[in-house]
């Protein structure tokens, strides 16, 4: 579904990724993971085409994505930070979203699934946290696209909506679909992932499923697993 070749990228003097080899199967739950700062955003954003690379190619279901807007119809994307303006009512921030993606949606299911009816005549400035977290999670999950990314998808979520949210990345998957996640709550990314792509120093370290990525560090678990890593990285 994805090929990266030899992607680099950046910031003036910060290089961020130097060369990064990558595929993406087809229906699975992909976890990207790495320190802080390692470029997870930057990987993500380069294959949604907001963040342009130095080097490298991209391909997403078979065609390059450089100058090709269209195969982006086909992701639906939960951002790390999603700045729509305040004034906007929940109501009105979703129908604004349709209105622009212009796809069959089925939003109704969700807003009931995480309790949102009290919150649709509301202005998003208004709203908690965790609230925003929601109808973030909403506006992504509300379309069918292929591939799903999803950016820190647990920021401020109370334990039922969490609880929720893994379900519906479940059931996604079960539907044959691909999901990228980043996430630093290893909880969370053992219960769901199939695969994990590990970043460091700008490259892919290790990119396997989790037992061998235990077997491989010799630890008992993927908390553990992945501080031995930045352990081995650090003393070496
Ligand atoms: N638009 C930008 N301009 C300049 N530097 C940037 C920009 N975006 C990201 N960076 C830098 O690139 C590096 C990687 O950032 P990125 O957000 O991809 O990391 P991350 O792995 O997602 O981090 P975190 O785990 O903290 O969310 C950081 O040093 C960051 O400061």
Redesign the pocket.
């Known amino acids: 579904m994805i090929h990266i070749k030899e992607l680099h990228k950046s910031?003036g003097k910060?290089k961020?990724l130097s060369g990064i080899n990558l595929d993406i199967e087809t229906n699975g739950i992909f976890a990207v993971l790495?320190p802080?700062?390692?470029?997870?955003?930057?990987l993500i954003k380069s294959i949604l085409g907001m963040v342009l690379p130095q080097k490298g190619t991209i391909t997403v279901n078979g065609g390059p994505i450089k100058k090709n807007w269209k195969y982006r119809e086909q992701i639906d994307y939960l951002p790390?930070i999603a700045n729509f303006p305040g004034n906007l009512k929940v109501r009105e921030l979703i129908r604004m979203i349709q209105d622009l993606r212009r796809k069959p949606s089925e939003e109704q299911r969700l807003i009931t699934l995480f309790q949102l009816e009290p919150f649709m005549d509301k202005r998003l400035s208004t709203l908690s946290g965790g609230t925003k977290q929601k109808v973030n999670i909403v506006l992504t999950f509300m379309f069918d696209c292929p591939l799903i990314v999803l950016d820190e998808p647990t920021t401020g979520l109370d334990p039922a909506s969490l609880i929720h949210l893994k379900g519906l990345i479940r059931e996604e998957k079960e539907k044959g679909k691909t999901i990228l996640i980043?996430s630093?709550i290893m909880q969370f990314v053992a219960e769901v992932a199939n695969t994990i792509v590990y970043i460091l120093e700008g490259k892919i370290y290790f990119k396997g499923s989790i037992p061998e990525l235990k077997e491989q560090t010799r630890q008992n678990d993927l908390e553990h697993a992945i501080a031995a890593i930045a352990n081995a990285k650090n003393h070496a």
């Open positions: 910031f910060n961020v790495g802080n700062g390692s470029g997870k955003t930057t790390q980043t630093h």
